[in-house]
T-cell receptor
Framework: QKEVEQNSGPLSVPEGAIASLNCTYS??????FFWYRQYSGKSPELIMS????GDKEDGRFTAQLNKASQYVSLLIRDSQPSDSATYLC???????????FGGGTRVLVKP | EAGVTQFPSHSVIEKGQTVTLRCDPI?????LYWYRRVMGKEIKFLLH????????ESGMPNNRFLAERTGGTYSTLKVQPAELEDSGVYFC???????????FGPGTRLTVL
């Protein structure tokens, strides 16, 4: 079992719809969870961080965390073509330094 | 505030040659990390510096890889001699506080022929 797992996609959504991305992790001691967006050929860009169970909203993005189920998700509301990218789930080791990444989910938003 | 910068952006070398990658973290960030993404795989951790000290180098693949951060500012990652499987994108990241969000550089795409 991989430490951080994501569906590779592509996840194809029509413009204006909600994109729902999922991530599961294996380390029950994990306390922090990050979502990065990566455009092709570019560096990962942090878009959301979440530390507590529940929902966290930032603009069109909502992160949801369920530590009991070891599950973190990202919702993108009103998806735009500019949201087309690979979304990476990243979980620091319990000691808080190195990030363990999932393989990423490619999202395609079609006009 | 300037972001993390990396040099070169691309490097194409022959197997057996040496390559040195450079990373300049965000000013004031004591923590500097190296990661690598090989084709078709997820981004993987290589090592972590706190200032000039190696805090964790558990991800370094073998002794052909040498990372330094003299003076606690920029860092270099040298691959000597390079092998075909070293091809990939090498990312550098930094943060001020251990455990907080890491900010990534644009990466160096290394191709070993």
């Amino acid at each position: 079992q991989k430490e951080v797992e994501q569906n590779s996609g592509p996840l194809s959504v029509p413009e204006g719809a909600i994109a729902s991305l999922n991530c599961t992790y294996s380390d029950r001691g994990s306390q922090s969870f990050f979502w990065y967006r990566q455009y092709s050929g570019k560096s990962p860009e942090l878009i959301m961080s979440i530390y507590s169970n529940g929902d966290k909203e930032d603009g069109r993005f909502t992160a949801q965390l369920n530590k009991a189920s070891q599950y973190v998700s990202l919702l993108i509301r009103d998806s735009q073509p500019s949201d087309s990218a690979t979304y990476l789930c990243a979980v620091p080791k319990a000691a808080g330094n190195k990030l363990t990444f999932g393989g990423g989910t490619r999202v395609l938003v079609k006009p | 505030e300037a972001g993390v910068t990396q040099f070169p952006s691309h490097s194409v070398i022959e197997k057996g040659q040496t390559v040195t990658l450079r990373c300049d973290p965000i000013s004031g960030h004591d923590n500097l990390y190296w990661y690598r993404r090989v084709m078709g795989k997820e981004i993987k951790f290589l090592l972590h510096f706190v200032k000039e000290s190696k805090q964790d180098e558990s991800g370094m693949p073998n002794n052909r890889f040498l990372a330094e951060r003299t003076g606690g500012t920029y860092s270099t990652l040298k691959v000597q001699p390079a092998e075909l499987e070293d091809s990939g994108v090498y990312f550098c990241a930094s943060n001020r506080v251990w455990g907080n969000e890491q900010f990534f550089g644009p990466g160096t795409r290394l191709t070993v022929l």
